[in-house]
């Protein structure tokens, strides 16, 4: 069965400061993962998609890992910002499956 | 602006009661996708649509109903059937292949049965 699975569930750090989440899954065969941003009360946005070949991938103060080996991505938030409060979600797609698998998110609260 | 509108926000109905949630997109994607959100929980499938008049049940259609008679709308209908309908429904499209490219999300709409 394919799962993603994030960590930590949630997280609260000061403004100013970086973070790591993580992601481990399950998903194969593998196509691509995508990190999302999720505001609280709105839709998911995308921040970077990256694909097999693929181990690093940056947008902004956001930069995303890939390891195809141990099946593991991490998504990193430097210099956190009031406005990063938000839920992020790893999303996993299989090559033959059609669909992609989401992970639970984790809930990151930056305060000042 | 291109983009995915869902309406209404927010939706309050009786138990019982079939009630319609719209989704409408100008970005000219092919696919469209309905998703259900609880609380912790990952995102779930409800039905997607990779072309106009046909459409797929996802991981969890039962009590749920779509259409797709234009490329632009891709309604959702949440029947009495549902037996636990109170969620926020996310709507999402993407380019024909989307394998290598983001979904794009509306901003959802809660729904709440008393």
């Known amino acids: 069965k394919n799962q993603v699975e994030q960590s930590p569930q949630s997280l609260i750090i000061l403004e100013g400061k970086n973070c790591t989440l993580q992601?481990?899954?399950?998903?194969?065969?593998?196509?691509?993962l995508r990190w999302y941003k999720q505001d609280t009360g709105r839709g998911p946005v995308s921040l970077t998609i990256?694909?097999?070949?693929?181990n690093t991938k940056s947008n902004g103060r956001y930069t995303a890992t890939l390891d195809a080996d141990t099946k593991q991505s991490s998504l990193h938030i430097t210099a956190s910002q009031l406005s990063d409060s938000a839920s992020y979600i790893c999303?996993?797609?299989?090559?033959?499956?059609?669909?992609?698998?989401f992970g639970d998110g984790t809930t990151l609260t930056v305060k000042p | 602006d291109g983009g995915i509108t869902q309406s209404p926000k927010y939706l309050f109905r009786k138990e019982g009661q079939n009630v319609t949630l719209s989704c409408e997109q100008n970005?000219?994607?092919?696919?469209m996708y309905w998703y259900r959100q609880d609380p912790g929980q990952g995102l779930r499938l409800i039905y997607y649509?990779?072309?106009?008049?046909?459409?797929q049940k996802g991981d969890i259609a039962e009590g749920y109903s779509v259409s797709r008679e234009k490329k632009e709308s891709f309604p959702l209908t949440v029947t009495s059937a549902q037996k636990n309908p109170t969620a926020f429904y996310l709507c999402?499209?993407?380019?024909?292949?989307?394998?290598?490219?983001?979904?794009?999300f509306g901003n959802g709409t809660r729904l709440t049965v008393t």
């Open positions: 992601c481990n899954y399950t998903v194969s065969p593998f196509s691509n």
């Open positions: 970005l000219n994607h092919d696919a």
């Open positions: 649509s990779q072309i106009v008049n046909d459409f």
């Open positions: 999303v996993v797609s299989a090559s033959d499956a059609g669909k992609s698998t």
């Open positions: 999402a499209s993407s380019i024909s292949n989307p394998y290598n490219s983001p979904l794009h």
């Open positions: 990256m694909t097999f070949s693929e």
